[in-house]
């Protein structure tokens, strides 16, 4: 009698289980992945570099976005797949302002607080064939006065004070990029090993 008993509570907990977690299984299906712009998707400040670590950790709570002042962070919706519920920052709309406010409410290993330098969200990147400076239409620097770290992350060109010049200490919080007024965005935080100048073929 016991045994049966206990095989009814197991049964039930499986069932319960299972009626529990076929909801998020279900959105995970009517969510189909897309291949997500690197540009337009990065990752908060403190996440773990793996991207599928990350995304295993986060919970989706929303909290680093209810903190966060200047309102950058967005989730992955319907096009993000195992993504979904996951944040993102697009930092052609709002960029990060590095607060660490995010990282200090995450119940979860998936943001950890990380000092401002030491933040890797990417580094920015610059296409010298477009940039304002670069090709002699104007002077701007608009990247080098928002910069929040200063000429250890951007600076202008010793040899031409209005050109600007990636730094190895740029986080990739995309502030510059928010503030480039060329309409094409010449500049944008992109994996830190495709460098800080972006290629052109001849």
């Known amino acids: 009698m016991q045994r049966r008993g206990f095989l009814v509570r197991l049964a039930a907990s499986a069932a319960t289980t299972a009626a529990v977690t076929l909801p998020y299984g279900i959105s995970r299906l009517l969510a189909p992945p897309v291949l997500a712009a690197a540009r337009t998707h990065l990752r908060p400040p403190g996440a773990l570099a793996d991207d599928r670590a990350f995304v295993a950790a986060c919970i989706g709570c929303g909290l680093c976005a209810e903190v966060c002042p200047p309102r950058c962070i967005r989730f992955f919706q319907r096009e993000g797949g195992d993504l979904l519920n996951t944040p993102y920052i697009n930092p052609e709309a709002k960029a990060c302002i590095l607060c660490n406010k995010c990282m200090q409410v995450c119940p979860t290993a998936a943001l950890n607080v990380t000092p401002r330098e030491d933040i890797d969200m990417g580094i920015a990147q610059i296409d010298r064939s ?33 050109r600007p010049v990636v730094q190895s200490g740029c986080v990739g919080c995309g502030q510059c990029v928010e503030v480039c007024p060329h309409p094409s965005l010449p500049i944008g935080i992109v994996e830190r090993s495709r460098g800080t100048v972006t290629p052109h073929r001849i």
């Open 130 to 162: 477009a940039c304002y400076p670069w090709v002699d239409r104007g002077i701007c620097g608009a990247c080098v006065s928002i910069c929040p770290l200063g000429p250890k992350a951007i600076d202008f060109a010793l040899w031409n004070q209005y």
